[in-house]
């Protein structure tokens, strides 16, 4: 097969070799490279494996004090966390609630589940997350403010909230993003799964909307193996949100009493214990990853590739690198180039309403997702084997 630029692969290949060698390279591999064994085994002696157990809020303040978050609530996984947010936000059957199109599908399932339509407005090229500037216009054309709340006049739905997300752990433009469900009434719940780390500013990211979430699968900055997180400054908030996701039950000494329908969301002791031990390897995580990044934005800058970064003043956590390509012919070849060769490059999703059970759903044209979705790749972005230890050093 002819390459469109064979050159630029070979050597982008020879970057990816350089950081992590020889043989096949993930596209992210979890490291355990701290307490994990030991905080694991001094669960399981404690016989406080399951759904009760010290490690859950230990977790939970350590996530709290990094994020800045008031409260923070640990969940089973990232999707469990979103429904539950979403839920406590006010979103319920029949009403719509904004989103993107150039997401994982998580966040739009999370709001199926609770009986929502998805509408989707376009993303910014920079950011590659929800343009406010298209919020702002979408709800110009489509939306009405009445009875204390916001209307779509087509549909005749309550809009009853907003999720962006903060792609590959690239902040999006949050703060006026809050600005403008401030003025439409709509609920703010950031998905920021991917963001543990990223800061708008000098906030992080999962600290402007009502409530958040985030996610420790496997693949993430950090992991539990799998799990979430609720974030939220609200008090009352925090409790509903500890309550629907531990079954909803009533303290008794013994009795059981449930007063709504709960969720099992809880999430168990051992997984706690990873992430209470992966909390401590955050920072130096983020250090080696922002290493990995730099190496990958000069390659960009001396071959003329652009490479997705936060905007000036705020800062990524490089979840997965991203590099934009010239044309949808450049995406294809640089993932077949580099996959042949062991080296996991994967495209950004393929964009919601391209999904058999979110066709038909309300969005504005999608131009900048759709551009993007034609040319975006994610490059390896694991932390080096041995990185650890040369910080040590
Ligand atoms: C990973 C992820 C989630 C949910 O994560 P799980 O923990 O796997 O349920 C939600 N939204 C986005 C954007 C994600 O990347």
Known sequence: ???????????????????????????HRPVFEGNERRYLVDCIDSNFVSSVGAQVAEFEQRVAAFTGSRHAIATVNGTAALHVALQLAGVGRGDEVLSQALTFVATCNALSYCGAHPVFVDVD??????????????????A????GGCWNRASGRRIAACVPMHTFGIPVRIAEIAEVCAEWGIVLVEDAAESLGSYAGTRHTGTFGRLSTLSFNGNKVITTGGGGM????????????????????????????????????RLPNLNAALGCAQMELLEPMLAIKAEVAQRYREFCARSGMRFAGPLPGDTANFWLNAVVLDSPEDREDLLEYTNALGIMTRPIWRLMPRLAMYQGCQHDGLENSYWLEARVVNLPSSVPEGAFARLRA
Do not use: C
């Open 230 to 265: 609720i974030l939220t400054d609200d008090d009352a908030l925090a409790k509903r949100a500890k309550h629907l996701t531990t079954t909803a039950k009533v303290p008794h000494p013994y009795e059981f009493v449930h007063d709504e329908v709960g969720y099992n969301y």
């Open 1 to 27: 097969m002819k390459r469109t630029q064979s050159d630029r692969w070979a050597a982008l290949a020879a970057v990816v070799r350089e950081l992590y060698g020889e043989g096949v390279v993930p596209l």
């Open 125 to 142: 090229r920079d950011t590659l997350g929800m343009s406010p500037g298209a919020l702002r216009r979408f709800l110009a054309l489509h």
């Open 144 to 147: 009405e403010r009445r009875d």
